[in-house]
């Protein structure tokens, strides 16, 4: 953010810029769109961080796929800059975490540069988190067995055969952040659709086909880098 979402590297430097937020965007909101498809069940999406780039994004795409959303922010002036509070999904607005004890899944994609959400308490019984904050804006406490509250990391997907010498503690060989994806698949197909300013829905969409032409997907769920399965997502709901 301190970048302005881009805008000041790109006045600085002779090559192509992007931030990588269209296909994190589409990473996070289809795990969001997976655990859907996995419990079967309606389910209200809290997204903290609402007015950001990441945040709008978010709830543009998940739009088609859920029908209430609980919006947080700390700055609702830039949030109605954004977003058309009056719909009929949103059903919640305000700047206080409480609300997130309506919501079944929350997603964080704040700048924070800590955590905001300690505990279980802070949760209703049966919520997982999707975190795209780095680092995390839900701290480990939060993932309970007997509350049934689990955090999941959310920005990262996968390239099979994909090999580099950093160590970024991701789980899987293959894995990488979200960000990196959208630089590689740019690269691979010579594009030039970067992602500078604030993203939307039609360049989310259309950077994440790129991507899955050259065979990127999401990872596996994972959470403080342990794998989390079906029944694993399914079990918090049950």
């Known amino acids: 953010s301190f970048t302005k979402n881009g805008i000041d590297v790109e006045k600085s430097v002779d090559c192509h810029v992007t931030t990588g937020h269209s296909l994190t965007a589409w990473i996070v909101s289809n795990n969001a769109i997976r655990i859907k498809e996995l419990v079967k069940k309606d389910l209200v999406v809290a997204i903290v961080g609402a007015a950001g780039s990441m945040g709008s994004a978010c709830y543009k795409i998940l739009y088609d796929y859920f029908d209430k959303f609980i919006l947080i922010d700390k700055d609702i002036e830039k949030l109605k800059d954004k977003i058309n509070l009056s719909d009929k999904t949103i059903v919640s607005v305000g700047k206080s975490l409480d609300r997130l004890k309506d919501a079944d899944i929350v997603i964080t994609v704040t700048n924070a540069p800590y955590s905001i959400i300690h505990n279980k308490d802070q949760l209703s019984r049966g919520t997982i988190v999707i975190d795209d904050a780095q680092p995390l804006n839900a701290s480990i406490e939060v993932n309970s067995k007997n509350n049934k509250t689990l955090v999941l990391e959310g920005g990262v997907c996968h390239l099979d055969g994909l090999n580099y010498k950093l160590n970024l503690g991701l789980m899987d060989s293959g894995d990488m952040f979200s960000c990196m994806g959208e630089v590689i698949t740019l690269n691979a197909l010579d594009s030039d659709c970067v992602t500078i300013a604030d993203t939307d829905k039609s360049r989310v969409l259309k950077i994440a086909g790129m991507s899955q032409e050259i065979g990127i997907k ?21």
Do not use: E, L, Q
């Open 218 to 238: 999401n990872a596996r769920f994972r959470s403080f880098g342990k794998p989390v399965n079906d029944d694993d997502i399914k079990n918090i709901f049950s």
